[in-house]
């Protein structure tokens, strides 16, 4: 009776060795490819404002963010992976953050006041979901836009912001601050 039990015991923790281990790869490959998701978005994102930027100059730009950065994020969006970008601090509403993004945003500034480095989240919901949230760190060139409010942001591109975005909170951010969060959801496959 006693090798019975241990060996139920041993068959036991070898299945769920083997089951842990294969959720971790899962979770390793899903990771990979929202990474190479966010990757290909914001180096599209990135070179068509630096284009519009290099065309109609900053003022330009927020029309140009108004109207075409939301398209931008969804460029690589499939019927079975969505993309969008949120932060606690808007610009634009559209991306003002869902009670489970707000959560990851918490647990973002907690990493930050507790002085570790701001990682990835993967999640699985109880639909099968996968979620794969990445921090979003403001670059130096953004402070144009989003950086302080009166030594930074020039005048006239203050003014366009507020014509396109009269309740905007997206500014007197510094260079490496969390911006906001990249979401990636890929649907349980049918």
């Known amino acids: 009776m006693f090798k019975l039990v241990l060996l139920l015991t041993f068959s036991a923790a070898m299945i769920a060795s083997c089951t842990g281990k294969k959720e971790a790869e899962n979770e390793a490959l899903w990771k990979s490819k929202g990474d190479s998701l966010i990757s290909r978005t914001f180096d599209t994102l990135r070179n068509t404002l630096l284009k519009a930027i290099g065309e109609k100059g900053l003022t330009g730009a927020i029309a140009f963010c108004n109207t075409e950065a939301g398209k931008l994020t969804h460029t690589y969006a499939t019927e079975e992976v969505t993309i969008r970008r949120s932060s606690d601090k808007t610009r634009n509403p559209a991306n003002i953050p869902d009670s489970l993004e707000q959560k990851i945003l918490s647990v973002f500034y907690q990493q930050i006041k507790d002085k570790k480095e701001v990682t990835p989240v993967f999640e699985k919901d109880a639909a099968g979901n996968r979620h794969y949230f990445k921090p979003i760190l403001l670059q130096s060139i953004c402070l144009n836009c989003h950086g302080d409010r009166v030594t930074q942001i020039k005048p006239d591109v203050w003014q366009a912001i507020q014509q396109k975005y009269p309740a905007d ?10 911006r906001g969060i990249w979401h990636v959801v890929f649907k349980k496959e049918k």
């Open 169 to 178: 909170s997206a500014f007197n951010y510094k260079e490496g601050d969390l």
